[in-house]
Each structure stands twice: as structure tokens, then as C-alpha cells.
């Protein structure tokens, strides 16, 4: 037989693995997912689990923001946009002909180095 709480969790990921992306207007996704590992990490959710009536623990609580977070990481990176420095309106004309001398290689060196794209 199966436990209430896991036929809930089975099928909110039922739910998920179904969902059209994801899009947040409030803030970047992974900015979601940064606010959601950090309640994780820092948050003892005392009054949530009082309202829950030990439907879910603590544990359970902290470990469905974790999911959360690694899932918007992943369609933030779906979903992102590869850096062109050719339509950075931040680069001067002059960087940009300074970047289209260097090889591929060169250029992801040093747009990673100056924070223009994420290392990965």
C-alpha cells in the first residue's frame, strides 16, 4: 500500500515531468533557484511543518526547494541564450573588432575571465 504522502509527491512529479517551460516574471529562474537553495540550506520551516500536521516533515520540505532548484537550474540553461559580443551594446566597437581576431578558444578565455559568460 502506499502512503499518502508518496502517492502526492509521485504524482506532483508526474505533473512536472509534463509542464511546458517555465517562465517567472519576477525574477530570472536561476535566481529563483538560488532563493529556493538558499531556504533549503538556512530555513527550519518550524510554522510550515506545524500547518502541515506532520503531512511532511522538515526533511521532506527541504528536499522538495533542493528539487526545485536543481530543475529551474536546468531550464534556466535550456532556456538561456548563448552570448554574442556582437550584440552586447556594452562592448565598444572597438572590443568587438579586438574579438572577432581571436580564435573561439581565446575569445571564451576572456569573456569568461571578465564575466560575460558562465564557465562551465
Known amino acids: 500500500m502506499t502512503h499518502p504522502k ?20 519576477s525574477m530570472p529562474l536561476d535566481t529563483a533557484a538560488e532563493v529556493l ?9 518550524d510554522s510550515l511543518t506545524v500547518a502541515m500536521s506532520e503531512e ?8 522538495m526547494l533542493r528539487e526545485l532548484a536543481v530543475e529551474l537550474r536546468k531550464v534556466a540553461a535550456a532556456s538561456a541564450r548563448p552570448y554574442h559580443p556582437k550584440d552586447d ?9 579586438t574579438l572577432t581576431c581571436l580564435s573561439p578558444m581565446e575569445e571564451k ?8 559568460i558562465e564557465r562551465r
Open 109 to 116: 578565455t576572456l569573456l569568461t575571465a571578465f564575466g560575460l
Open 56 to 63: 511532511m516533515t522538515r526533511h521532506d520540505i527541504k528536499t
Open 6 to 25: 508518496d502517492a502526492r509527491l509521485l504524482s506532483m512529479k508526474a505533473m512536472t515531468d509534463t509542464m511546458p517551460a517555465m517562465e517567472l516574471k
Open 37 to 45: 537553495q538558499f531556504l533549503s540550506d538556512h530555513e527550519e520551516f
Open 89 to 97: 551594446k556594452n562592448l565598444t566597437p572597438k572590443a568587438r573588432k
